[in-house]
């Protein structure tokens, strides 16, 4: 708070009172010009020595919190005695005020029985309390709940300032009566008081009071910042309350033996009680004792008379009277007081400050103004000077360059007469812009519509666009189904009307078409072989594979076995994975079938129903009062007529590609009827329709189990699929019977198992014809080894065969000449190395490269002469040490450290260039930070000859562009 | 038959550029930087050659001129202030003068600034006597010929919206002598004529200045040092050896700006042109005071080791100002922090007598004791170029023109002189394509002006033996000064004594 630290407070007694505790006693009883201090003159022995003593307690326990809870350890059996205390006096009456009232008579007890210097020390302990703890005096809650305390104050004869403090005294020197413990209890309390902040109320009081008549030009600054800094210690405070309530509570159980205090604290209590009431006989008694314990009255009354001075006021009159104490109430409260002592303050206003430093003061003020005034350019400031290109004018007129249309018109003036002329027709006309305003207006309000109305309507429109698109987006979706269905169909009917003939008859027919199809499934092949990586024919175990006769065969069926397997599961993958999108576009090699194609497109077409369905139920739902409007509903069914119209005609139109198709397909074409007449079931009928075709497949009956309606399709596509093979090619077409050709397939579906069959067919085939050849060639090797001429024989027969194998082996004889050739290899390789005889390239590179390593390194050259500097003779032993100043030393590169050092085939020179060194610059230029970056701003040129025409131009703006002759402003406010 | 479409050949409009018949493939432009270099090389050496900075002296003083007044809202007028009292007002373009005032003054005049407003097609100029303690408003035709019709101009023009108008008149009026009107016309009005007649012969011209009268006059005990007017408003501020505040209509001054107690000589005042209320000034006892009309307080003063003989705000950025210090060095401050300078610029040899910031805000001009004018880069410390004649003497103002073309400088020996503010820059129209080229040139120099054989062209600037010798023996002193204090360093207790940074040698205090 630092109260007494302001200069300009007018009472002198604040100087010493802010004075370190310590100190203070002494001077206060020394110092004459302290109001509170005794005179001299009185006799200090007139003090009794226990108030001495509770005086010294006091202050050393309120000296500060740190230091009270730092001598807990002393106080504890004190500590306890007070709480016991407390706890027995809410025994005596359960009410927490009264517990409070009791701290409160305890402390003014205290402060009664050590005169006004010890009310004065109350206060500065409070003061001290208050800067060290931080914990500051009242809250303005707890004003409120003190206040009604006040009127029972009964001062006739002690200072007003002791009022509160004092009316609640009475308890405390009755209880002081019966015990000389009590003082001490008292002093607990006090500690008490002091830790818990609602608990001390009383006695922050006190200080409060006090504080008033010391530090009253202070107290108004500071009673805001108390106020805060309560408010947020409040919370504390209560709860600190709490927990020493309930650690009152049980302390009292594990001190039984204490029983004696406490009844005898009961006693003090209902005394207390009764001196409430009756505010007259004991405390009198007691006041008219107090002068002797505690000092001559003349003395207090002079110290009541300073601080009546500054204090004395209505509230302290009327609450001196007994008579007149509930009047107290309706006084202003103790804020008011405040104010109005500030006021008597105001009398006592500081002397101006010396001109030179009001000067000063006024001079910073004004400084600080301009300084702010001057960072708000900062940002322009900033901006300008990090400009890449400043183009004045920097800022464009405000009000210059293009107007408005509006402001154009709102200036228009009819100059001439047509001008004029067609003013006064559209004035005629009342076409002006006034009128129209005033007529839109109108229209406005004709139509009556409230701000919610309006809304409504609006929503309502937003909502039937939205419809409207609905329908439109199912047009498209249908329309693109249609497109896509009679697309693809259209495909397959070519394809069945010149059906694929078998590649032998295509090529008698035709042999360039047959070698087109030829070449195609080879490209399948060969992107299937890319494909399956795990492929029998290539895997190790299929080149292990060569062994006997028998073994062959059985390995073979084994083989055989595998592919089949594989080729099944593959088939049922991708059927699975058909399944999984049906809306995906391109499925072309599942959907190749016509029927599959077919029923997609119905699927679609019944998901897309049934996805409207689901949302006119939940417009129905949703649509409230709007969507049942006429015209809304009307919209919306013309909409969804159109687009349902459509559908059924896509519908009808594929079924009627399908009546054109063979017998075969005619079962589907009949199923294909029924969707079209249940259409409006949707999907339930394309559940019933597809239920005969599982049967006809068993492998693939978990797939309709699949619950998705989604996968529906591909359950019904697949069987289709699957079935017709099972009819024919199964039956009659053994792949592994026919080996080179490739089943030639009359039909699509037939092709797509039977070339698989072929496919796998051709696998194994070639699978083995590798293990043949594999072998075949490590003989040949062994061959060549051996002898040196012929060609293995075995190698020619697999040429013939195998293109692929072929090229690799001549692949192979390039690589290594005296793998497969034979002499003539020999004889080339001799030749080439007859040519270039004696030229040591390499070799002479490296020793080359040595020779300049060794001239750039460093040398230590020794110039000693034997036998200068050393002793000769007999005995005499050579000096293995150089002397130093021998060696000469020549600067050079490690070897190590060359550019070159990790790169044997360059040599870099190290050697240092005079004329491109003269370029280098020795320190880096100003506004860079570091090489790179400098180096960086050469990366790119700024010539025409290497920049577009654009970039040389915007490369080479100046920093600075104006106009020429033109005035350049200093920078305006824009802000 | 060879036969060639003109559309390859030929721009597709008189606008667009012209086709590129070059193959751009890098592989075919090696040497890329080699080339360039020499270039750079090339346009270094190209721009010394064409550096021909001088442009004119505009003469006709009698005495020295010892202050320059521009009239900042227009081109080409300046108005010079002589030791013997005489102002004469000078057009660029027409490089003559347009009105002599000869007797302005009794004594030296002490500053010269111009109204911010226009009007009956009469300019007013103010001008302030450095010794008979008058200030003097002038308004005649005669500034501003070629202002037809009587147009009129606000103070506060730039803010309001009718600048379009006024402005371009302003900005021609006496830029283009042709326009005068014709003063036989109206020759029953009396001495003045509408429009100023440029056509007029010099006799009448001068009798006219002789007879013109100052609309106001203000008078004081103390002699006036400087004057400035303030952007928008009707205010001017002078220097004496306090601060002053006048409003053009009233005969008292609005206010009395001082620091403390301080009645030291004030040389020199200046408003800020972007926060347009505050000011500063520069005195005699080596302090630089800051100042707000609105707080109506002096609010910063700092003391430094010389004292400062001019000083100006930099129109881009508003809380910069430049002091033009007698220990030959310039300084910039940051008003928001004002205990070192920001930077220190070096050059002359001579104490720096004026001082001037480019409308531009990137460069300033500087006017010398030592008989040079110096242009300055605001980044560099070193100035970027320095003129001097064998006539010019001692400089006692400079100023840039308020399109940053040309630099102002007024002297000893009784001439303005007209200097370009880039040496090298061609004059007249110049062409797309040769604009590009110089563009060009100017980024390879300035790419290059690192490198040792740029930078040495670059750089190399003759000056007269004596200025040369100046640098030589300063260089010296300095040197010395410095070895001294490092010997003095070095047998002291060590940390007794710090080198201390230049920058903060400079202020010795800064008073709240």
Same mark, same amino acid.
């Given at each position: ?56 307690? !006091? ?14 350890? !002393? ?78 104050? /009964? ?14 005294? #009475? ?16 002093? !607990? ?575 194994? @085939? ?74 040591? /390239? ?37 000096? #293995? ?14 070897? @190590?450290?060359?550019? !070159? ?75 | ?192 004529? /509408? ?287 410095? /070895? ?29």
């Amino acid at each position: 708070m630092a109260r007494g630290s302001n200069p300009f407070s007018a009472s002198t007694s604040s100087g010493t009172k802010s004075k370190p505790k310590s100190t203070a006693k002494a001077k206060r009883r020394l110092d004459p010009s302290n109001a509170y201090t005794y005179l001299p003159s009185l006799p200090k022995h007139h003090r009794t020595s226990t108030a001495q003593l509770s005086l010294s307690k !006091d202050e050393r326990e309120l000296a500060g919190p740190s230091r009270r809870r730092g001598d807990d350890s !002393d106080d504890e059996d004190e500590d306890m005695q007070a709480r016991i205390k407390k706890v027995a006096m809410m025994i005596a009456d359960d009410n927490p005020q009264a517990v409070e009232s009791d701290e409160s008579d305890i402390d003014s007890d205290e402060a009664f029985g050590s005169d006004g210097s010890d009310e004065e020390r109350w206060g500065d302990v409070f003061r001290q309390l208050d800067k060290g703890k931080g914990k500051k005096g009242k809250s303005k809650a707890q004003e409120v709940v003190r206040k009604p305390a006040k009127p029972l104050t /009964v001062n006739l004869d002690e200072s007003e300032d002791e009022k509160v403090s004092e009316s609640k005294a #009475k308890g405390k020197k009755a209880a002081k009566a019966p015990s000389p413990i009590s003082e001490e209890e008292g002093d !607990d309390m006090e500690e008490i008081s002091g830790e818990d902040e609602d608990l001390d109320v009383d006695s922050e009081e006190d200080i409060s009071l006090n504080g008033e008549e010391d530090q009253d030009a202070d107290e108004d600054e500071d009673n805001s910042d108390e106020e805060e800094e309560d408010e947020d210690e409040d919370e504390d405070g209560d709860l600190d309350f709490l927990s020493d309530l309930s650690d009152d509570e049980e302390d009292p159980e594990d001190l039984d033996g204490l029983d004696a205090f406490v009844d005898s604290l009961a006693a003090t209590d209902k005394k207390r009680k009764a001196g409430e009431e009756k505010v007259t006989g004991e405390a009198a008694k007691k006041r008219r004792v107090l002068p002797v314990i505690s000092g001559p009255g003349l003395k207090e009354n002079g110290d009541l008379a300073l601080k009546n001075n500054q204090k004395l006021d209505l509230s302290s009159l009327i609450s001196s009277h007994p008579s007149l104490s509930g009047a107290s109430a309706l006084l202003p409260s103790k804020s008011d007081k405040k104010t109005s002592t500030s006021i008597l303050k105001q009398g006592l206003v500081s002397a101006p400050l010396p001109t030179v430093a009001q000067d000063r003061l006024d001079r910073e003020a004004a400084y600080e103004k301009t300084r702010e005034e001057g960072q708000k350019w900062a940002g322009v400031m900033k901006r300008v000077k990090e400009a890449e290109h400043l183009s004045f004018p920097l800022q464009g007129d405000r009000r210059g360059g293009v107007k408005s249309g509006n402001e154009v018109l709102a200036g228009f003036k009819p100059e001439n007469k047509l001008e004029s002329a067609v003013t006064a027709l559209l004035n005629k006309a009342n076409l002006t812009e006034d009128n129209l305003t005033k007529r839109e207006d109108l229209a406005l309000e004709a139509q009556e519509m409230s701000l919610e109305e309006i809304k409504e309507r609006r929503d309502a429109l937003r909502y039937q666009r939205e419809l409207m698109f609905r329908a439109e987006s199912k047009a498209k979706r249908v329309a693109k189904i249609k497109s896509k269905t009679f697309r693809k169909l259209a495909r397959k009917r070519a394809a069945k009307e010149n059906p694929g003939l078998d590649l032998e008859q295509l090529e008698k027919l035709d042999p360039e078409a047959a070698a087109e199809e030829r070449e195609k499934l080879e490209f399948l092949r060969a992107r299937e072989r890319a494909t399956l990586r795990h492929g029998a024919k290539s895997g190790r175990w299929a080149r292990d594979t060569g062994g006997d006769g028998a073994e062959i065969e059985d390995r073979r069926r084994a083989k055989e076995e595998m592919l089949n397997m594989k080729e099944k599961l593959q088939r049922k993958i991708l059927g699975q994975a058909d399944g999984s999108d049906s809306e995906s576009d391109s499925d072309e090699e599942e959907g190749d079938d016509e029927t599959a194609i077919k029923t997609r497109a119905f699927d679609q077409l019944a998901s897309l129903d049934a996805q409207n369905a689901a949302n006119e139920e939940l417009n129905g739902k949703a649509g409230k009062g709007l969507m049942q409007m006429a015209f809304m509903k009307k919209a919306q069914d013309r909409e969804m007529k159109k687009v349902a119209q459509e559908e059924s005609d896509l519908r009808k139109e594929i079924e009627m590609f399908g009546d054109e198709r063979e017998s075969d397909v005619d079962i589907d074409s009949d199923e294909e009827d029924r969707p079209s007449m249940m259409r409006v079931g949707g999907n339930e009928g394309r559940m019933v329709f597809s239920g005969p075709e599982p049967s006809s497949s068993t492998p693939q009956d978990d797939d309709i189990s699949e619950p998705t309606r989604i996968s529906r399709p591909s359950a019904l596509s697949k069987p289709r699929e699957a079935t017709p093979p099972s009819d024919e090619p199964f039956a009659d077409h053994n792949p592994w019977l026919t080996n080179t050709t490739s089943a030639g397939p009359s039909r699509k579906r037939n092709t797509l198992v039977g070339s698989v069959n072929a496919k796998a067919e051709e696998k194994v @085939t070639r699978a083995m014809k590798k293990a043949v050849k594999g072998k075949e060639a490590e003989l040949d090797d062994e061959k060549v080894e051996i002898t040196i001429e012929g060609k293995p024989s075995a190698t020619k027969l697999n040429n013939g065969n195998d293109k692929n194998e072929e090229d690799s082996d001549s692949e192979n004889e390039e690589l290594m000449p005296i793998a497969g050739k034979g002499v003539k290899a020999f004889k080339q390789r001799d030749l080439v190395a007859e040519a270039f005889a004696g030229d040591n /390239v390499v070799e002479e590179f490296t020793r080359e490269k040595e020779r300049q390593v060794e001239m750039d390194a460093p040398k230590v050259e020794d110039t000693s002469l034997p036998g200068w500097g050393a002793w000769g003779g007999k005995g005499s032993r050579k000096n #293995k040490r150089v002397n130093p100043k021998f060696l000469v030393k020549t600067a050079g590169i490690e070897p @190590t450290q060359r550019k !070159d050092f990790s790169r044997s085939n360059v040599i870099i020179t190290e050697k240092k260039d005079k004329k491109a060194s003269a370029f280098l610059l020795q320190d880096l230029p100003y506004p860079y930070t570091s090489k790179e970056q400098y180096e960086k701003s050469f990366a790119t040129p700024v010539g025409s000859e290497w920049n577009s025409r654009s970039g040389f131009q915007k490369g080479t703006v100046p920093r600075v562009v104006k106009k020429p002759g033109a005035i350049i402003e200093p920078i305006r406010r824009m802000f | 038959m060879i036969s060639r479409s003109l559309d390859d050949h030929l721009p597709s409009s008189s606008t667009a550029p012209h086709p590129l018949q070059r193959n751009l493939a890098p592989h075919l432009h090696p040497f890329q930087k080699p080339r360039e270099y020499t270039r750079a090389m090339t346009a270094v050496k190209i721009d010394r050659m064409f550096a021909k900075p001088f442009v004119d002296a505009l003469g006709g003083h009698q005495d020295g001129v010892y202050c320059l007044g521009k009239d900042p809202r227009r081109v080409a007028v300046v108005a010079g202030g002589g030791g013997d009292g005489e102002v004469i007002v000078h057009s660029l373009a027409l490089r003559r003068p347009l009105l002599k005032i000869p007797n302005a003054h009794k004594g030296m005049v002490g500053g010269i600034c111009w109204t911010s407003e226009a009007k009956d097609g009469k300019r007013g100029m103010i001008t302030a006597g450095k010794l008979d303690g008058t200030i003097k408003i002038w308004r005649s035709k005669l500034f501003a010929p070629g202002l037809k019709d009587d147009e009129s101009f606000i103070g506060n023009e730039f803010a309001s919206g009718n600048r379009l108008e006024s402005m371009d008149n302003l900005d021609n009026a006496g830029a283009i002598g042709e326009n005068g009107f014709d003063l036989n016309e109206n020759e029953d009005d009396g001495d003045e004529e /509408v429009g100023g007649g440029l056509t007029m012969d010099f006799k009448k011209r001068d009798r006219l200045g002789e007879n013109l009268e100052p609309t106001m006059t203000y008078t004081s005990k103390n002699g006036f040092n400087g004057i400035d007017h303030h952007r928008q408003d009707n205010i001017f501020s002078t220097a004496s050896n306090t601060v002053q505040i006048w409003d053009e209509n009233r005969s008292n001054p609005l206010s009395t700006l001082q620091f403390g107690n301080s009645l030291e000589t004030v040389t020199k005042v200046k408003f800020n042109q972007s926060e347009t209320s505050v000011l500063a000034s520069v005195g005699n006892d080596r302090t630089m005071c800051l100042y707000d009309i609105r707080t109506g307080k002096a609010e910063r003063r700092i003391v430094m080791q010389f004292l400062s003989n001019d000083l100006s705000w930099c129109p881009t950025l508003p809380t910069t100002m430049l002091l033009a210090s007698e220990d030959h060095n310039l300084y910039t401050f940051d008003i928001r922090n004002l205990n070192s300078p920001s930077q220190i610029y070096k050059g002359h040899v001579g104490g720096v007598m004026g001082c001037d910031w480019s409308p531009t805000g990137e460069e300033f001009v500087s006017g010398s004791y030592d008989r040079t004018i110096r242009l300055w880069n605001r980044e560099s410390g070193k100035s970027r170029d320095v003129y001097h004649t064998k006539r010019m003497q001692r400089v006692f103002d400079v100023t840039y023109t308020p399109t940053a073309d040309f630099v102002l400088s007024a002297s000893d020996d009784g001439n303005v002189r007209i200097w370009k503010s880039n040496a090298s820059k061609k004059l007249g129209p110049v062409s797309t394509k040769e604009r590009q080229s110089i563009e060009h040139r100017q980024k390879l120099i300035e790419r290059y002006s690192a490198e040792k054989g740029v930078r040495s062209v670059k750089e190399r600037r003759h000056v007269p033996q004596s200025i040369h010798n100046a640098t030589k023996l300063k260089r010296e002193m300095i040197e010395s000064r410095k /070895v001294k204090e490092d010997r003095r360093r070095d047998h002291s207790r060590k940390g007794r004594d710090k080198p201390k940074a230049e920058r903060k040698k400079t202020v010795i205090v800064e008073q709240k």
